[in-house]
């Protein structure tokens, strides 16, 4: 979908995705790679869980969401925009993930358009994760 | 640099669970490197051309996050302290695209620490901004909680 043919109401979402324990391990050893920006990977202890185990982290579902929107509005996004992103439920190891969008307005004002989104993260039940919204703006 | 600067500083924690109102987190410089993209971006699946080419190529602005992580390090050596911390929040607005390669500003400061149902809440707004002319490129408020316990209904 573009943004030209989005209207108010419609819907965007992601192919289904297991949360693996290698996806949290991903952005587990991302943390201290970035932080040694040394040219190698490195490594770190998992330290979210509870008693039903290991949950990843939720920039894990933000940037899902962020994939979204970007393959939707692409790098204009990146120019100017806006998201928000509330950790709703935790979510676990292999847990089914959908990020989704919903445009809820579009404002037109000179060659700008203005999308205002509600975003979320379901799992295969409908049940939210993750919720939030985003502000993407294009230019004629 | 932007609304806060090193004169303002507070006496930070030297614990993230010590940090209150107030405090002042960085500023911290450092350069944007290609390694730090393209890593961070295949961690999170963003497999677009954007973050992996090897001219033209930006930042995720989601990559914010872990400047946060940055300033905790500097301001805060002594680690996470007593208590777990969990983020809860993420709030970004993307003022501009911040290319790869570019010397970059980042500070903060603690906004809010509020106790609601047993939790206590520690609100961080942040700035990043072009170290050579101060340009605003993403601002952003980070939410985390201390001492977190899931709920069971």
Redesign the interface.
Known sequence: MTPATLKVGSELRTAPREMTRE?MR??V???P???H?D?R?HTQEP??H???GIIA????S???I??LL??TFG?D???????????IA?IYEDQVVISRARVTAIEQAGDTTTYRMEVWCEDDTAKKLTV?EAVAYTKA | MGKWNCEETMAVGQYTSDLEPGDVLGPVEYTL?P??VR??C?????H?D?FQQAKGA?M????I??DK??LY?HACPKGTGPH?R????????????VPVGARLRVGGKVSERIEKRGRTYVYIDMELRAAEDDRLLISYRD?VTLSY??TKA
């Open positions: 996806r991903w952005y050893d991302a943390q790679t970035v932080a920006d040219g990977i330290t979210i509870d008693d039903d982290d939720g920039m894990i933000t940037n899902w962020m994939g970007l393959d790098t996004f990146l120019h100017k925009g806006k998201l928000r992103t509330k950790y935790p939030g | 490197s390694f730090v890593e961070y295949h961690a999170v699946e963003l677009q954007c930006v995720p602005p989601t990559l996050h872990l992580l940055r390090r777990a969990v983020h809860i929040e993420y709030d970004a607005t993307f003022h501009e695209a939410t316990r899931e």
